[in-house]
């Protein structure tokens, strides 16, 4: 694509046409987009996030990633969708643009990037990440179970073989670690999303045991205000709980351990659709389940941004 | 690449907590290649499970055996990648 504006989102995109991307907003928006590099991958390949500033040192900011389980495409067609909307929204939309008149936003797009290269290439349904586990013929471990947030417990599999395989200690991914550090060295995040597909749901702390979250209502009451809003764009209806009440129980994941790390308003969510197409979402729907995410996202940064803490 | 041709996904309702921990010991069958799209959890929540062709006759066996009911969501899960894949190398032609 010649720009962001002729860039095609009704199609997926593979690793170098993202970053491609990537590079295009960030030149057509130097005041408000950069690209910061946070580590690299097991197979050493760069990992991106964009900031979106208007200034300031150090602002509250938003975490938001999609990608991290490498199959779920609509999570990394979406993310590109987010990042071209808030620039197209800075200065014309008053609720995006208090925003970042006070806080920053931080934009993970491809957060397992080898795994994604593997879906391209080889093996489209690949989850986790590419990394070898000495003693064991099989490849890779769950990104979203390997978190510092009651790592190893039921929940997660020891298996190295299995979808859900925690790794052999917290933060042994990389593309995890490369999170965690930046979010602790930053100190500022106020909220933190992870974007994952499907089954239309908003989930919240926790997921690694039944015990609700100290901010549990005021999480159940933002969490219903936002698939709300989702709803009212196309009537895609969302269910919304704590992990462990809505689904079942998973440990080591990135919300439990973004809250447990003192970021209040932390939820994933889990998008279209619930049980035709699963993973293999057709392109069709990329922009729809962008646009009504959006929404739903917009109502968890609003109140974020007018309930600091 | 890999190919998925005759793989299903099948959409499992598993009524209560024991149907739900049949459908968990299927998980632990490697053999079966079984690859969960969405796992096992409440019962009543629904459990989505892609079954290579080769494993199908006996996971289908198992669940009529234990009166778990299922319906498939996914006939072909190649199908669906097939369509995929046409659609970005259109994109790209273009």
Redesign the interface.
Known sequence: AASTDTF?YN??HNLDEIYGFMDMLVAEHPGLVSKLEIGKTYEARPIYVLKFSTGGNNRPAIWIDTGIHSREWVTQASGIWFAKKITQDYGNDPGLTAILDSMDIFLEIVTNPDGFVFTH?????WRKTRSLTAGSSCVGVDPNRNWDAGFGKTGASSNP????YHGKFANSESEVKSIVDFVKSHGNFKAYISIHS??QLLLYPYGYTKDPAADDAELEGLAKSAVTALASLYGTKYKYGSIFKA??VASGSSIDWAYNQGIKYSFTFELRD???????L??SQIVPTAQETWLGLQTIMNYTRTHLY | ??D?VGHQ?L?ISAANEAQVQKVVEL?EL?HLQL????????PG??I?L?VPFPSLQAVKVFLEAHGIKYTI??DD?QT??D??EE??TA?KTR
């Open positions: 095609n199609v997926y290439k080889k093996n489209r349904l073989c299995t979808e859900t499907y089954s689904i079942y619930t049980g035709r197409y699963g993973f293999l057709p392109a | 690449k890999d998925f996904v959409r998980e490697e690859d969960f799209w969405r796992g096992p959890g409440q929540s629904p989505d892609r969501m996914i899960v669906l990648l369509e995929e659609q970005m994109f």
